[in-house]
């Protein structure tokens, strides 16, 4: 089927099966990698993008469900290559190990902050724990998002 | 020696056969047996464990390009340890250089020396010295050359910033770098601690920028032209062998490229999508013999324990028994617990002109290597295995299965191909944490000292299966088994069960001592370095204060390759929850403080999933819990407040930390929670709760 899209503010059209992943179409189709499979079922969160603003899982995300919504991936949350304030944070706390789960945090955080602008720490864990880092990094992510949560206005 | 030292004295390693050989052309056999060379896979060299320190000429470890950017060469890899910017310190250091203007190039088999496998905590004892005693050997050489052509006395240069100066004039370490050929390293012109700059201070990822923007490639990232996707035919159940595989189905789809080669069989497609429809069109026929249940896999390991390794002695247990006023006996057991890697295995090959290259996520670029010539019947030369810094490893990363596979299908496709495994397959394919089963025996004299130790091992693998405590009469037995799952290297493998069966072992005789468990393990431990972490983490948890007030309290030790860990814990009773969390690491001079404090932080938490949680449960050949929906690993809410005790030995070598902290966490919590309860807990994962 023809999907009709928004991509980090760019019109994408795309004719493909219905019931593929979001993830996979992003990642496959359109060369945006930077969201990551983890683990297909919606438990690690590695694959969250921004569909109309609201944190989706994309791996469980059918591509036909994108059709003529706005799609946040983590290459377009800097504006105008001016990193966004928890991309900031995130790099200022050293918030990663290996890094692999870090797009889908900060996306997850950004939106987050967006409805919770000053946080306490068991909100942070709460609104976080359905992502999840092996590395458990998950102190230095819990600082990051504090950073960021008093690091001022969006960028 | 005793004999448990000539096998895998620190990690219990996979020396597995290649998953796959597959069939020869003729041409291929021409090639190889043509030039006279035996395929032999490095496994010699592999034993060595971590490896890390491949002695090997300044060309080979340093580059210093026309422009000035220094380059360090290394085979180990980065997986999140944090390998890459501590290489970087490393040779920042020596050659006088602002750590921005240090590349760094880790586990590509064409380019770096083979420094082993990234394992055994092993880059910072042994790849460290190695980078810094090139890079300190380069200094010297280019001082020397540019004394030699200014004529002036060598003491009187200056070095900053990479350029050498001396009366007005300078030289950049281009403009000698010639000097540099045959130069061989110099352990002697090292850096002394007290002088150093870089090495020390706390450095976080240099690539952080990438990361953050989603630009950092990882091996499932990479994309070469006209790739597609590959997929691989599983078998339904472990004990399974391919009986036939009708492709027939599959090759009618669009754009599919599907093969059968021995036991392997898969699809190749525009997309992974594609490639998973043209699998399921696969009809394949299997045999599948039966396979032992979790259920019983204690009484399996013990039944099926291999004899022949013998067992390491010292005095007599039963002299040390019949001293005893006191005996005590207990068995512990450890499950086999999954890698779960925030990145599944992954490979893309490409075969140009009959060389492979293959990109892929793993601890072991050369082994990988090794075994891709095995399996296609290459020699070294047509084989180039690189590691794009991956997304996690834990020990979980020395196969070459995805590498394998994604090159069979390469070939098959004539294009490239880049193989994913699922988060299904990562659980069930992959390997394993050996499961163990302990039998513990010891005495005490009539003050809480022992007598008597005697530590039987089942399958759980030899490091640190020696006691740290001092014990005149020792007895310690590694025997391995028959393992119903494929098991391999795990962060702190071997050294976590049987610090796990010790530790808890330690807090029972503590008991039938009548003495408080710091105090007892204090009067048994002679060590300096393991007394001094247990009273840092005692002191700054107020342990006897707390232990005296409430209910939940426990403390572990113990020593794993060259580091000290103890732990003191509290748990709340009701709810089984781990509240605090305190732990003292020592592990030599601190090199690069935030990290370290980081691998310290997140073998804590990680701990506690294997501690309170991971366990795989399997029936019927399948497991019942290969899922992140049903194998619970630790998340943000099961963060306890952490408190961490960095030590810093100015005076001692440097050694890993990335393991040893892990070893401490589930003993102390399985010691907090007799504390709570009153009953012992002898397995991992940790049951709360009374029973």
Not at chain 2, 107 to 117: H, I, K, S, Y
Not at chain 2, 252 to 279: E, H, I, M, N, W
Not at chain 2, 574 to 598: H, S
Request: aromatic letters at 6%.
């Amino acid at each position: 089927m023809r999907i009709d899209m928004t991509v980090n503010g760019t019109a994408r059209q795309i004719d493909t099966e219905a019931d593929r992943p979001l993830l996979e179409v992003l990642r496959e189709d359109l060369g945006l990698t930077g969201t990551k499979y983890g683990c297909g079922e919606g438990q690690c969160r590695a694959c969250t993008v921004l569909l109309d603003g609201r944190v989706v899982a994309s791996c469980r995300t059918p591509i036909s469900t994108a059709a003529g919504k706005k799609i946040t991936t983590i290459e377009g949350l800097a504006l105008n290559g001016r990193l966004h304030r928890v991309q900031q944070a995130f790099i200022a706390e050293g918030a990663m190990q290996c890094g692999y789960c870090v797009p889908g945090m900060i996306l997850t955080a950004t939106a987050f902050l967006e409805k919770t602008p000053h946080p306490s720490e068991a909100q942070i864990a709460e609104a976080m724990n359905g992502n999840l880092c092996r590395c458990a990094g998950y102190p230095r992510l819990i600082a990051a998002i504090h950073h960021a949560a008093k690091g001022g206005a969006h960028a | 020696m005793p004999e448990i030292f000539e096998i895998e004295p620190e990690r219990y390693e996979l020396f597995e056969a290649p998953r796959y050989i597959f069939t020869p052309t003729r041409r291929e056999f021409l090639a190889t047996l043509g030039v006279g060379i035996m395929v032999v896979p490095a496994i010699a060299q592999q034993r060595r464990g971590g490896g890390g320190g491949a002695n090997v000429p300044v060309g080979s470890r340093l580059h210093i390009a026309t422009d000035g950017t220094v380059t360090v060469l290394s085979g180990k890899v980065e997986v999140g340890q944090g390998a890459r910017t501590e290489l970087a310190m490393a040779a920042a250091e020596e050659l006088r250089l602002p750590l921005e203007q240090m590349r760094v190039i880790l586990g590509d088999t064409d380019l770096t020396p083979n420094d082993g496998l990234t394992a055994g905590s092993g880059t910072t004892p042994r790849t460290v010295p190695s980078v810094r005693s090139a890079a300190a050997a380069a200094r010297e050489m280019l001082l020397s050359t540019a004394a030699e052509r200014w004529h002036a006395d060598r003491a009187t240069l200056r070095i900053t910033n990479g350029r050498i100066t001396h009366d007005g004039k300078s030289f950049g370490y281009a403009d000698l770098a010639s000097a540099l050929a045959g130069v061989q390293p110099n352990t002697t012109a090292l850096t002394k601690v007290d002088d150093w700059k870089i090495l020390g201070t706390s450095q976080y990822r240099a690539d952080a920028h990438a990361i953050v923007t989603g630009k950092h490639e990882y091996p499932s990232d990479i994309k070469r032209p006209g790739m597609l996707y590959g997929c691989v035919l599983r078998a339904p159940a472990y004990n399974s062998k391919l009986k036939s595989a009708d492709l027939t189905a599959a090759q009618k789809l669009p754009g599919v490229v599907a093969v059968k080669d021995g036991d392997f069989a898969g699809c190749a497609a525009s997309t992974s999508y594609a490639a998973r429809k043209a699998v399921a069109a696969i009809a394949a026929e299997w045999d599948t013999k039966e396979h032992p249940s979790s259920d019983v896999l204690f009484t399996h390991l013990k039944s099926h324990a291999k004899p022949g390794r013998s067992a390491s002695e010292r005095g007599s247990i039963s002299t040390g028994l019949a001293a005893a006023a006191k005996k005590h006996t207990a068995t512990y057991q450890v499950p086999f617990i999954a890698h779960a890697p925030m990145e599944p295995r992954a490979a893309v090959a490409e075969w140009v002109d009959g060389k492979l290259t293959v990109w892929t996520g793993t601890q072991n670029p050369f082994g990988v290597r090794d075994q891709l010539m095995q399996a296609f019947h290459l020699t070294a030369d047509k084989v180039r295995v690189i590691q794009p810094d991956s997304g996690g490893g834990f020990g979980g990363k020395h196969i070459s299965d995805a590498a394998l596979e994604a090159a069979r299908l390469a070939k098959e496709a004539g294009k490239p191909v880049c193989v994913r495994w699922t988060r299904a397959e990562e659980f069930m394919w992959a390997y394993f944490r050996p499961a163990g089963l302990f039998e513990i025996e010891a005495g005490l004299d009539a003050e809480g000292r022992l007598t008597a130790w005697k530590f039987v091992n089942y399958n759980a693998g030899g490091a640190a299966l020696e006691t740290p405590y001092k014990v005149a009469n020792a007895h310690h037995h590694f025997l391995g088994s028959q393992s119903p799952l494929r098991e391999g290297s795990y962060r702190g493998i071997a050294a976590t069960a049987n610090n796990f069966a010790r530790e808890c072992f330690m807090d029972e005789l503590a008991s039938a001592a009548n003495l408080d468990p710091l105090e007892f393990r204090l009067r048994n431990a002679d060590n300096d370095r393991l007394r001094a972490v247990l009273q840092a983490a005692a002191k700054k948890f107020r342990f006897a204060e707390r232990r005296a007030a409430k209910k939940g309290i426990g403390i572990a030790g113990g020593t794993e390759k060259g580091s000290y860990v103890a732990a003191c814990v509290e748990l709340d009773p009701t709810t089984g929850k781990i509240r605090e969390f305190c732990m003292a690491f020592e592990c030599g001079k601190i090199l690069n403080p935030a990290n370290l404090r980081a691998q310290v932080e997140g073998s804590i938490i990680q701990g506690l999933g294997g501690a309170l949680t991971e366990a795989i449960e399997f029936a019927g050949g399948k497991l019942k819990n290969g899922s992140f929906a049903r194998y619970k690993v630790p998340r943000f809410k099961d963060v306890p407040t952490l408190d961490v005790v960095l030590l810093d030995r100015p005076d001692l070598a440097p050694a890993g930390a990335g393991e040893t902290p892990i070893i401490a966490v589930a003993p102390a919590i399985a010691n907090a929670a007799f504390h709570a309860y009153g009953e012992r807990r002898r397995a991992m994962p940790v049951k709360m709760g009374r029973a």
